[in-house]
């Protein structure tokens, strides 16, 4: 079983190096990692002059793992609690599958209570002052590192 802290932690470190050789290197003391154990509540905004990667572990496992940028307050706060609120969000995805049948306390019909009640989340919050393409290779990388459940 994996380590959901240890995995976003060693993940950040190979991640400065892949920025490093990138042209565009990052020191690991720019990434403000937050982490919320489950239970948890979703945050209720992204800090100004920031962007973040998000990602839920649950079920034993990389769930979800987004991005959001600077004016993305809805994708980062509630988006991915409520089913209908958007296109491709945790909510919708743990609904849509048949495994999650099987997991107690579960509820398609609500499923951002289970969100909050029983997965951990990761908000990875970056500066503004790099670019929004530094933020999607980051999330790229993670995607790829940790391969998370509902991506791809």
Not at 32 to 40: A, D, I, K, M, N
Not at 70 to 76: G, L
Not at 83 to 95: E, I, K, P, Y
Not at 114 to 137: D, E, F, G, P, Q
């Given at each position: 079983?994996?380590?959901?802290?240890?995995?976003?932690?060693?993940?950040?470190?190979?991640?400065?190096?892949?920025?490093?050789?990138?042209?565009?290197?990052?020191?690991?003391?720019?990434?403000?990692?937050?982490?919320?154990?489950?239970p948890h509540k979703s945050p209720t905004s992204l800090p100004y002059g920031k962007?973040?990667?998000?990602?839920?572990?649950?079920?034993?496992?990389?769930?979800?793992?987004?991005?959001?940028?600077?004016?993305?307050?809805?994708?980062?706060?509630?988006?991915?609690?409520?089913?209908?609120?958007?296109?491709?969000?945790?909510?919708?995805?743990?609904?849509?599958?048949?495994?999650?049948?099987?997991?107690?306390?579960?509820?398609?019909?609500?499923?951002?209570?289970?969100?909050?009640?029983?997965?951990?989340?990761?908000?990875?919050?970056?500066?503004?002052?790099?670019?929004?393409?530094?933020?999607?290779?980051?999330?790229?990388?993670?995607?790829?590192?940790?391969r998370p459940r509902y991506e791809g």
């Amino acid at each position: 079983m994996s380590n959901w802290r240890a995995d976003i932690t060693e993940a950040l470190a190979a991640f400065v190096k892949v920025a490093e050789l990138s042209g565009v290197p990052i020191p690991k003391d720019e990434f403000e990692v937050v982490f919320l154990e489950g239970p948890h509540k979703s945050p209720t905004s992204l800090p100004y002059g920031k962007m973040a990667i998000y990602g839920f572990w649950g079920d034993g496992t990389w769930l979800k793992i987004g991005m959001a940028g600077a004016k993305s307050q809805a994708r980062y706060t509630s988006q991915h609690y409520n089913r209908g609120s958007a296109l491709s969000t945790l909510a919708a995805s743990l609904a849509g599958d048949p495994r999650m049948s099987n997991v107690a306390g579960f509820d398609a019909a609500a499923p951002g209570a289970w969100i909050k009640s029983s997965c951990h989340r990761v908000n990875i919050l970056l500066s503004t002052k790099y670019a929004r393409s530094m933020l999607a290779m980051l999330e790229a990388f993670l995607h790829i590192r940790l391969r998370p459940r509902y991506e791809g």
